[in-house]
């Protein structure tokens, strides 16, 4: 979304902290916090990562002091998007310590289009990338658990990584743009150019428009309960992946326009929320709270 049609809608969503820190320790902190794991994630990450610490003490003694380190990592974000929701609920259920900066009015600056030109967040900055930035939430979740052997978010067989691989690009490529069109005039976020939204038509084909891209989220949505997640509690199986948290993330949206989720999803949703506790509350509690500010301003 643009950040014109976000004018306004800061106050409703922000929280005091520009910056947040994520209080979560969990699997990354775990993992590089085993007394017996010398190396740090940064010197030997693969090693901190496979949890093959006795191999790595060996290798990098010297290192024994910053073991308990998490991985920093810095995210600019917008706190209304449920793109930004999406990496800022996994950066703190695999407990980064990461620095949130809102990027609130920033994203088209010179400073920012020097290093993003596609003014997008979420964007992570990190010195081993080949432009030290990377965007696209699904790319920056592949990125982090690929690089901190975050197994447990981001299978590493190939047949169930390519599951969460299908899933996520399937959201990216089909759900979420029903979902964009659906919403986003409720949002009061521009439609993508070229379509009905943006154009100058008449007012009853935008809402012509917005309901049948309503009506065609059903589709995909049942997709993803039948076929990905095949009778596991999530498409990860027993434990959220990074594809549940991006659906997740994705269907939150859906309230703004009282979409009746069918139960499965509420269930979903919910039980995505209850194995993530305050990693998922956190960030989705910006988004609810935009939704319920645009959806008072619309009852006003
Ligand atoms: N497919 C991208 C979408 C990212 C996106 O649309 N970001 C919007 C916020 S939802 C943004 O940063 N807009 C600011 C701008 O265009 O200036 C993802 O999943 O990260």
């Known amino acids: 979304m643009a950040k014109a049609a976000m004018k306004g809608t800061k106050k409703a969503a922000a929280k005091p902290a520009a910056k947040a820190k994520a209080?979560?320790?969990?699997?990354?902190?775990?993992?590089?916090?085993?007394?017996?794991?010398?190396?740090?994630a940064k010197a030997a990450p693969k090693a901190a990562a496979n949890a093959a610490p006795k191999a790595a003490a060996k290798a990098a003694p010297k290192a024994k002091a910053k073991s308990a380190k998490k991985p920093g990592l810095k995210l600019s974000m917008l706190r209304p998007s449920v793109n930004n929701m999406t990496v800022r609920v996994f950066a703190r259920a695999a407990g980064f310590d990461h620095a949130e900066t809102d990027a609130w009015g920033l994203t088209r600056t010179p400073e920012f289009l020097a290093r993003n030109p596609a003014h997008l967040t979420p964007m992570i900055e990190d010195?081993?990338?080949?432009?030290?930035v990377l965007?696209?939430?699904?790319?920056?979740?592949?990125?982090?658990?690929?690089?901190?052997?975050?197994?447990?978010?981001?299978?590493?067989?190939?047949?169930?990584?390519?599951?969460?691989?299908?899933?996520?690009?399937?959201l990216i490529g089909t759900l979420y743009p029903y979902v964009a069109r659906a919403t986003y005039p409720a949002l009061g976020f521009p439609q993508y150019a070229g379509e009905v939204g943006h154009s100058d038509a008449h007012a009853d084909k935008k809402s012509e428009a917005q309901k049948a891209a309503a009506a065609a989220i059903a589709e995909p949505l049942e997709v993803f309960h039948s076929f990905f997640r095949d009778g596991k509690p999530f498409i990860g199986g027993n434990n959220p992946s990074i594809a549940d948290i991006r659906l997740a993330a994705t269907l939150e949206f859906l309230a703004v326009i009282d979409y009746e989720l069918p139960k499965w999803a509420k269930d979903y949703m919910a039980a995505i929320e209850k194995k993530l506790g305050k990693a998922y509350a956190e960030p989705a509690g910006d988004v609810r709270g935009y939704i319920a500010h645009v959806k008072a301003q619309a009852a006003a």
């Open 127 to 132: 010195k081993s990338l080949p432009r030290g």
């Open 23 to 40: 209080t979560t320790a969990a699997k990354v902190s775990a993992k590089t916090a085993k007394p017996a794991a010398k190396a740090t």
């Open 135 to 170: 965007w696209e939430s699904c790319a920056i979740m592949q990125y982090l658990a690929n690089k901190y052997g975050l197994d447990k978010f981001y299978p590493k067989a190939p047949a169930k990584r390519a599951m969460v691989d299908s899933a996520m690009f399937y």
